[in-house]
């Protein structure tokens, strides 16, 4: 049995993301992770090394560190190992595959037939979830002005904003990203399938994790005046059948938290809407930390190691 496990390196394991995915890799019976000896893990040579041992690294480190990983990676040739990265290095890179399964029919075997996949961002991951349905749909045309607010838990900063929260010195909330130029623009923009800029208003607040993503609708200005109820159908029929997406009525109450989906891959979403008024506001529930990362991750770890789905 042994020698039929496949094998895992965690390059960034002793951070926020690697440490969830080696958390739930621990559930996973068909993987084995092999870890670098804390000293060497910022030693090129000693993760070129583990590289070359195992079936398939995820890269869960900064931008430039990841980018030094793939090219290190580049230099095993024949022996490089499938790899995963977390990071924004390489989500637009026309010769990666996005590892979002649920990004339109059929991608999942996408995902599972590629050797590199990027790890969406958390925010897009709701994001695009919501609008590329409609997007195919005709609901919602590609240069229509798109305008996505989010608000995320303080781990999506990673070590350095964990520590400012658990030590009482950040703000219990705040916008960022209000120059316009977020890093997850780009991906958000490009799987969405929009041809106009969105504009993205991130922020973040004083719990550790969970996420919501709304996108507010003015529904006159889109062709045929959809009813919000025409909104919920197309998202409904897209993920019909999905292990993770699942499309929820509106809340009785017009609220939503944040954390509810917390430790799970899941990813909710919701049209609220007044059809009197003609207007509607698309909402994404996700943890940040889950289907926004690491549950993401490992969902795409299974598609690509042929392994079953959680
Ligand atoms: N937090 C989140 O919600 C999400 C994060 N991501 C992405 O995942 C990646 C990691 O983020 P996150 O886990 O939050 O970050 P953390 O800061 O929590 O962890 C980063 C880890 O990388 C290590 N590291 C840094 N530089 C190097 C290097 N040159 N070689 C080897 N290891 C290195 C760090 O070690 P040390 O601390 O010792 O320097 C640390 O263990 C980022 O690209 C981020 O954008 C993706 C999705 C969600
Ligand atoms: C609260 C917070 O700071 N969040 C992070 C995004 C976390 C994330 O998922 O981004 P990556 O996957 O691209 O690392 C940010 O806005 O930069």
């Known amino acids: 049995m042994s020698q039929n496990l496949k094998s895992i390196f965690i390059d960034g394991e002793a951070g926020t993301t690697g440490l969830g995915i080696r958390d739930r890799l621990a ?15 910022k030693d090129p040579g000693a993760r070129k090394e583990m ?6 690294v995820v890269l869960c480190l900064p931008d430039d560190a990841a980018k030094e990983s793939v090219a ?30 649920e990004l339109e029919p059929g991608f999942a075997q996408k995902v599972a037939n590629a050797n590199r996949v990027s790890n ?3 925010y897009p991951t709701g994001g695009i979830a919501l609008l590329r349905p409609l997007v195919d749909a005709g ?14 838990g303080y781990s999506g900063g990673g070590k350095a904003m964990i520590e400012a929260y658990e030590a009482g010195t950040a703000p219990d909330f705040e916008l ?11 991906e958000l923009q490009l799987y969405s399938r929009l041809e106009r800029r969105p504009i993205f208003v991130p922020s973040v607040g004083n719990f550790r994790q969970g996420m919501l993503v709304s996108v507010p609708l003015h529904l006159e200005t889109l062709p045929g005046k959809p009813k919000p109820a025409d909104l919920h159908e197309a998202l409904a029929a897209r993920y019909a059948g999905s292990s993770f997406v699942s499309v929820l009525p509106a809340t009785g109450d017009g609220k ?15 049209v609220f809407g007044n059809e009197d008024l003609g207007q509607a506001v698309l909402v994404a529930r996700l943890d940040n930390l889950g289907k926004g990362a690491s549950g993401a991750a490992v969902q795409n770890i299974r ?3 042929g392994l079953p789905e959680a």
């Open 27 to 41: 559930a996973v019976p068909e993987v084995v992770v092999k870890s670098i000896a804390p000293e060497k893990r």
């Open 51 to 56: 590289m070359a041992g195992v079936d398939l």
């Open 72 to 101: 290190l990676a580049d230099e095993l040739g024949a022996q490089a190992p499938k790899i995963v990265d977390a990071s924004t290095a390489h989500r637009v890179a026309p010769d990666w595959t996005y590892g979002f399964a």
């Open 120 to 122: 969406p961002g958390c």
């Open 139 to 152: 609901l919602l045309p590609s240069d229509h002005p798109i305008t996505v607010n989010a608000v995320s």
């Open 176 to 186: 960022y990203g209000l120059g316009l130029k977020h890093k997850h623009l780009p």
């Open 256 to 270: 939503l938290e944040p954390e509810a989906l917390n430790d799970t891959n899941k990813l909710e979403l919701r």
């Open 303 to 305: 598609l690509m190691l």
